[in-house]
C-alpha cells in the first residue's frame, strides 16, 4: 500500500495516525530505510533501527485498539528550505507521553522521515 508524502503536513498526520493505529505499513512508508530512532536510557544513548521499531509495532497492540485516549499536535516545524525541516511533536500512547524530533527530507518520491529522536514520560 503507497501512502501520500507529497507534503510536509501529510507525512506528519501519517505519522500520528501510524502512530495511535499502531500500523507497521503506514510508519514505515513515511521513514526513509536508514533512519533510526534515538533516545537516552539511564545515560546512555540508545539506538533502534526502522526495521527493528516496525517489527515491535506490529507485536504491540494499539493505543486505538485498546481504546486510548488520542491527543498529538505539531509543536513547531523549522525549515531550513524546501527539503529539509525539523519537526517537532507532542503525542501519547498512554502511560507513555512523547516529545518528539524528527528530520524530514524532501526526496525524489516525496517527503520522508530520515531521522527520529524523543523522549517519553510514564505517568500512571
Request: net charge neutral; with cysteine; hydrophobic share 35%.
Amino acid at each position: 500500500m503507497s501512502y501520500d508524502r507529497s507534503s510536509l503536513d501529510t507525512v506528519i498526520q501519517h505519522y500520528f495516525d501510524g502512530l495511535y493505529e499502531g500500523d507497521a505499513d503506514k510508519l514505515g512508508a513515511i521513514f526513509h530505510p536508514t533512519a533510526d530512532l534515538r533516545w537516552v536510557s539511564h545515560g546512555a544513548l540508545q539506538v533502534l533501527t526502522v526495521p527493528d521499531w516496525m517489527a515491535l509495532v506490529r507485536k504491540r497492540t494499539s493505543a486505538k485498539a485498546d481504546g486510548k485516549a488520542r491527543e498529538d499536535f505539531v509543536v513547531t516545524v523549522d525549515r531550513s528550505d524546501e527539503s529539509t525541516a525539523f519537526v517537532k511533536v507532542r503525542c501519547q500512547l498512554p502511560p507513555r507521553y512523547f516529545t518528539d524530533y524528527l528530520v524530514a527530507m524532501k526526496l525524489n518520491d516525496g517527503w520522508q522521515i530520515v531521522s527520529k529522536s524523543y523522549r517519553c514520560d510514564t505517568r500512571e
